[in-house]
Structure formats: structure tokens, C-alpha cells
Nanobody, 123 residues
Framework: VQLQASGGGLVQTGGSLRLSCAAF????????IGWFRQAPGKEREGVSC????????YYAESVKGRFTISRDNAKNTVYLQMNSLKPEDTAVYYC?????????????????WGQGTQVTVSS
């Protein structure tokens, strides 16, 4: 199982970025995929998740209305469109896949992790 996150970068407050998570080596269609982030000195937090089946989506309160998660099963890729970015969104962003059919933002249930991509929002 491999997950590869990309698309991070430096952006000004109010700007946008789109992160991608490419998956290799497993039945992507059958897994929910989550995005998490970790800022320096802070605990990792769940940002968003998209289900494998019915397209259900989950968002942290802090990103609702600004971030949109989507998936393209034909490309084994999940996207996180981030708009109206704020300095507090600065973090390393990781994508991950849970086991056991879990859907949600609790990282205890995620076993497979990508390498992370840095997002920096300047004020």
C-alpha cells in the first residue's frame, strides 16, 4: 500500500491550493481516504475524509465551507481543494487510508499513511 501526497506550497492568506493523494497497491475503490495535518508543536488533526461507497464527506469544523474533498476512482486519486486559506492552515498535510471500513477523522483508525506535503500560508 502506497499513498503519495502532493500539491503543497507557499500561498498568501486568502489563496487556494489543491492537494492530491495518489494511491498504489491496493483496492482503492474500497477504502475511504482521509486528510490530516500537523502543525509544528501541535497534535495531528483530522481535516477531511471521503467515503469509498456513497461519496459521503466529513470535515473538521475549522475547514468547513473552505475545503472540498473529492475522489476520482479511475485515477486512484483523492483531492483536497483548499480555498480562503488562513495562516492557521499552515501544516504538513498527510493522506491516509483506514482499515475495517472506517469513515471519519479519528486517526487511530488509519493504518496507511503517505509522506506528507507542506502547506504554508503567509499573512
Amino acid at each position: 500500500v502506497q499513498l503519495q501526497a502532493s500539491g503543497g506550497g507557499l500561498v498568501q492568506t486568502g489563496g487556494s491550493l489543491r492537494l492530491s493523494c495518489a494511491a498504489f497497491g491496493f483496492a482503492f475503490d474500497y477504502y475511504a481516504i482521509g486528510w490530516f495535518r500537523q502543525a509544528p508543536g501541535k497534535e495531528r488533526e483530522g481535516v477531511s475524509c471521503i467515503s469509498s461507497s456513497d461519496g459521503s464527506t466529513y470535515y473538521a469544523e475549522s475547514v468547513k465551507g473552505r475545503f472540498t474533498i473529492s475522489r476520482d476512482n479511475a485515477k486512484n486519486t483523492v483531492y483536497l481543494q483548499m480555498n480562503s486559506l488562513k495562516p492557521e492552515d499552515t501544516a504538513v498535510y498527510y493522506c491516509a487510508a483506514p482499515v475495517g471500513g472506517y469513515e471519519g477523522l479519528n486517526d487511530d483508525f488509519y493504518d496507511y499513511w503517505g509522506q506528507g506535503t507542506q502547506v504554508t500560508v503567509s499573512s
